[in-house]
């Protein structure tokens, strides 16, 4: 009957609703990871859906690396401001100064891997027993064996080899204390089913997302922005390109796509012709074959 | 909308699951599928090249695409449930990819937990193997609605039809014992792509649809209930804001079912009755929903009504309710059921305390047949089991409603999930 039918984007939509509240009704003091990107905004979009008319019953946290585009914090605040919601800031420039992370050194230093010890550090702080990422199955090959319900023991480490079976819809959130879970509301979507549900919902998103002019220089092939924490090789010089965000992470490992798509219909066309994946621009990825499992196992998103 | 960016809204997820071991050509199946598919991204494509060649292979190795884990990759195994990705103009497809060793039943069970249709490989050259039969039984315990045998490897028995229909004829002898509802086959290489995504030029005695087609139109919205409504209540959604002083909505996903505005609905397990008020998806407000949509409902009375209650239609058929349940259980942990055990178990959005009764029989799943003497369950196992719940579930029978008829068992001391069960 075709009355009793819904598109799989209406699926997916109802899985990560169903994943969420699940989320809100098991643990007592839930956070969702915010960074600004596409995936982060489509995760809050679907917790305002799961709880309206009430407010979404749980805080933001934003783990930030300094290293921004200005473009997503102006996108962030705006959002909280719109939405009445709650985002907790914390930064690694903190972990950093407290001695706690150092400082990697070289042209190709980023704060990517030292985001973890803030995280972990948040968390602990705010006494939150559950972290919900944006994370996706299809974004690497680490990823695709992650449960929606995620354990982590006290140290925040991930055991991939002893993971809790998860069926049907049953999820299981028992833990210990000093315990938490990391849960992906998100865990079935692809990158072309995040973009079409932006279209479909018409959901706002950071302009650095659509074309723009930007000065940029190419290190190993890779499109990077000229932002002030980065310091250029003396081989590398500045130009300025038509270029958009594909994924956005921090300025450090962020690759630029020259691109001129200007909507999301472009978008989604480019993506529809695209011949490699988001991650392939993102340079914390490039570090080794199990760079993902690696960070994951220490506790990273 | 352009063409393009609209069509998107007609297409429909699928799930499936395969099973098989290492030699029968799985990895090459699912790489066949995604690269066929364009799923496959040069970077993608060029790490496995890279790594084919570190590993010593000639050819690239399409498997190192599905195994994630350091460990899986050193030993060359899949040791956990993988999660693949492709979409055709038709369908978004979910591919649930786990391991067909005995030692990993657990992982299969899981995997055909949420799957609409399961491919079975079978090595043309070895024919029904113990293994064959094993997969075909978990697909039937599982109830998934369909079952695609996939005769593979066709390539190295010239393409031979009378190969193919004495597995096919054997495959349906076994099935005969199942109950599975919707069984097909397809003569494939999964190596040089026959009959998978195109149609095979060798073995034009086939005129039955490639693989690729029957994913992309085997007719599944029948698949989902929907007889009777079942709306188990997730979260309670109280806004107490200046806008809404009093709304008061149930958060929950339809298990089964369809309900709309006006509608008469019980609570259980208080028994008090009211009338669909509202049907709300943020501000969208529904004429009516339908199983696995999920939304929030509101009713014309006031009832006390909690996280762990059910709604379902007054006047359609009503689940069971009661404190014993015979369930068939699959033993995941490496610490073996205790008889007369107590455990946590969750069933839809409702937490009990449970102990293990009696244990009927065990399954031998090579054989598919029942021990009545052996006892002794663990790891991979599956048994007829009696359980007594300290509170009365309200369930429906495994084979009418996937969500209302599992359950999973949660260690107390552990808070591991030991066991899965679906309800006889």
Redesign the interface.
Known sequence: MDKYRINHLKELEAESIYVIREVAAQFENPVMLFSGGKDSIVMFHLARKAFWPAKVPFALMHVDTGHNFPETIEYRDKLMEETGAKCIVEYVQDSIDSGKAVEEKGFNASRNKLQTVTLLDGLEKHKFDAAMGGGRRDEEKARAKERFFSHRDEFGQWDPKNQRPELWNIFNGKKHMGEHFRVFPISNWTEMDVWQYILMESIPLPSLYFTHEREVFNRDGVWMANEPCMTLKPNEKIEVKQVRCRTIGDVTCTGLTLSTANTLEDIIQEVASTRTTERGGRADDKRSESAMEDRKREGYF | ??G??SG??????LRFTTAGSVDDGKSTLIGRLLYDSKAI????ME?IEK?SERSGHEEVNLAL???????E?EQGIT???????F?TPK??F?IADTPGHIQYT??M??GA??ANVALILVDARQGVLEQTLRHAYIASLLQIPHVIFCINKMDLVNYDQITFETIRKDIDAVASKLSVKDIRFVPISALNGDNVVDRSEKMDWYDGPTLMYLLENIHI??D?N?DNFRFPV??V?????K??PD?R?Y???LASG?IKVGDEVTVLPSGFSSKVKSI????EQLEYA?????V?LTLEDDIDIS?GDMLVKTNNGQPQVGQDVDVMLCW?NERKLIPRGKY?L????AEARCMVKDIQFKMNINTLEKDLDDKDISMNDIAKVSLRVTKPLFFDSYNVN??TG???L?DEGT???VA?GMII
């Open positions: 909308m352009s393009k960016a998107y809204l007609d297409m429909e997820l991204f040069e970077d993608q790490a790594a695409l599905t195994d994630g884990l350091r460990s990759r040791i956990d449930v993988a999660y693949r990705y979409a369908r978004k979910i657990r992982n069970v899981t937990s949420t919205s029948s989902i929907h997730q979260y959604i109280r806004p107490q804001s806008e809404w709304y909505g958060g929950g996903r369809a709300n998806l943020m501000d339908f199983a696995p949509q999920s929030a996280r995941f946590v969750r069933h839809t959005s996937r969500i599992s359950l999973i949660v808070n591991e999930t899965a």
